[in-house]
T-cell receptor
Framework: AQSVTQLGSHVSVSEGALVLLRCNYSSSVPPYLFWYVQYPNQGLQLLLKYTTGATLVKGINGFEAEFKKSETSFHLTKPSAHMSDAAEYFCAVGATDSWGKLQFGAGTQVVVTP | DAMVIQNPRYQVTQFGKPVTLSCSQTLNHNVMYWYQQKSSQAPKLLFHYYDKDFNNEADTPDNFQSRRPNTSFCFLDIRSPGLGDAAMYLC?????????????FGPGTRLTVL
């Protein structure tokens, strides 16, 4: 079974500051890991994903995430927040032995202040 | 643009009155999913179709049914909505099963039960 824990349901960050969203996972098999973003009144959009290989994954809009197996973590970062980054962010895990089911975290709402 | 469309965006129904939510896609994807997302919670998979094959999650209540009359359309039927069924319902599609296949989400239908 897989599960995801996102630390912090709300994060406030100043424009230009580092964005750090935390995600820890539990998986009995090697996981695939995903970050999705949901802007107001829109569906979820894939930011980035880790499958195999390089543990530092770069995504869209300047975001990146690092898979750390020893820490069972997949934290999302962006060096400099922009007002347009205000959204809800979901971490998800999929088991490599499954048909493709994703287990989502509860989400982190990001507020960007001027 | 190819996309996932959900109608209506907002649906109000009465306790116990059947309701149908609609999803259509122009991506010609084989797999369609329905998720339930309650406030401040993770999206929860209800069921998915792989082509015409219906796959129900074990913990999806019998009150929830689905139909997929063709590749493009998928419906979520709630036979007797209760107050606890008020949520955002998300439809998603993917080209095929397997975690390599990105899931594309619609904007969701927010269901209110009075």
């Amino acid at each position: 079974a897989q599960s995801v824990t996102q630390l912090g349901s709300h994060v406030s960050v100043s424009e230009g500051a580092l964005v750090l969203l935390r995600c820890n996972y539990s998986s009995s098999v090697p996981p695939y890991l995903f970050w999705y973003v949901q802007y107001p009144n829109q569906g979820l959009q894939l930011l980035l994903k880790y499958t195999t290989g390089a543990t530092l994954v770069k995504g869209i809009n300047g975001f990146e995430a690092e898979f750390k197996k020893s820490e069972t973590s997949f934290h999302l970062t962006k060096p400099s927040a922009h007002m347009s980054d205000a959204a809800e962010y979901f971490c998800a895990v999929g088991a490599t032995d499954s048909w493709g089911k994703l287990q989502f975290g509860a989400g982190t709402q990001v507020v960007v202040t001027p | 643009d190819a996309m996932v469309i959900q109608n209506p965006r907002y649906q109000v129904t009465q306790f116990g009155k059947p309701v149908t939510l609609s999803c259509s896609q122009t991506l010609n994807h084989n797999v369609m999913y329905w998720y339930q997302q309650k406030s401040s919670q993770a999206p929860k998979l209800l069921f998915h179709y792989y082509d015409k094959d219906f796959n129900n999650e074990a913990d999806t209540p019998d009150n929830f049914q689905s139909r997929r009359p063709n590749t493009s359309f998928c419906f979520l039927d709630i036979r007797s909505p209760g107050l606890g069924d008020a949520a955002m319902y998300l439809c998603a599609t993917s080209r095929d099963q397997g975690l390599y296949n990105e899931q594309f989400f619609g904007p969701g239908t927010r269901l209110t039960v009075l």
